[in-house]
């Protein structure tokens, strides 16, 4: 399968805990992006990455929020002291990106539940 | 910032019945995309419009671009129950990012 993959799918934490979630990209695309969703909302902007490099990070992401693509392909999305305002589908998607913003391909999500 | 939104948020419609989506930004857009989300999937890239005025046709669906750039729509001929799910489009800011819109849920009555 060469799409956008997600891990784990699926993750029930306990409130103040930490959480990391994986995301491997397609292969050649060079953009890789995070987004939160939430039921009934479209996906909501946290972060992207061009090659390693991050060079944005929404105000929707707190301190609590880190995320890196340490070699420009695979990228992790931790957060810490998890709160249950934090559960939510994690979406990560890929692109690639010359010059004109390209179509966005989305991984499975991992959906999050803080109790 | 930059707003996108959708009308209606839900739409019920009998099988065979035609649909449609209206999509408004906030901003004049470069281009606009339209994605499809599945019930427990996750956004699948339909199509992208960057021409003003431009039409785009895909089998039973057919993508509209506004003459000012700033409102887009997509319409469903005789709906089959393989179209349900969730319409989103998505305008770029900059060359660097997607704004969502706030869908339209779209549920077939068989």
């Known amino acids: 399968d060469t799409g956008v993959s997600q891990n784990p799918r699926h993750k029930i934490t306990k409130r103040g805990q930490n959480v990391t979630f994986r995301c491997d990209p397609i292969?050649?695309?060079?953009?890789l992006y995070w987004y939160r969703q939430t039921l009934g909302q479209g996906p909501e902007f946290l972060t992207y990455?061009?090659?390693?490099?991050?060079?944005?990070k929404s105000r929707l992401l707190s301190d609590r929020f880190s995320a890196e693509r340490p070699k420009g392909s695979f990228s992790t999305l931790e957060i810490q002291r998890t709160e249950q305002g934090d559960s939510a589908m994690y979406l990560c998607?890929?692109?690639?990106?010359?010059?004109?913003?390209?179509?966005?391909?989305f991984g499975p999500g991992t959906r999050l539940t803080v109790t | 910032g930059q707003q996108v939104m959708q009308i209606p948020q839900y739409q019920h419609v009998q099988e065979g019945e035609d649909f449609t989506t209206y999509c408004n930004s906030s901003?004049?857009?470069?281009?606009i995309q339209w994605y499809k989300q599945r019930p427990g999937g996750h956004p699948v890239f339909l199509i992208q419009?960057?021409?003003?005025?431009e039409v785009k046709k895909q089998k039973r669906l057919t993508f509209q671009f506004g003459e000012a750039k700033k409102n887009s729509s997509l319409h469903i001929t005789a709906t089959q129950t393989t179209d349900v799910g969730t319409y989103f489009c998505?305008?770029?800011?900059?060359?660097?990012?997607?704004?969502f819109g706030t869908g339209t849920r779209l549920t077939i009555i068989p």
């Open positions: 998607a890929s692109s690639l990106a010359t010059g004109r913003l390209y179509e966005q391909y």
């Open positions: 292969s050649e695309h060079n953009r």
């Open positions: 990455f061009q090659n390693e490099a991050q060079l944005e």
């Open positions: 901003t004049t857009l470069s281009n």
């Open positions: 419009l960057v021409k003003s005025g």
């Open positions: 998505a305008g770029p800011v900059g060359n660097e990012k997607l704004t």
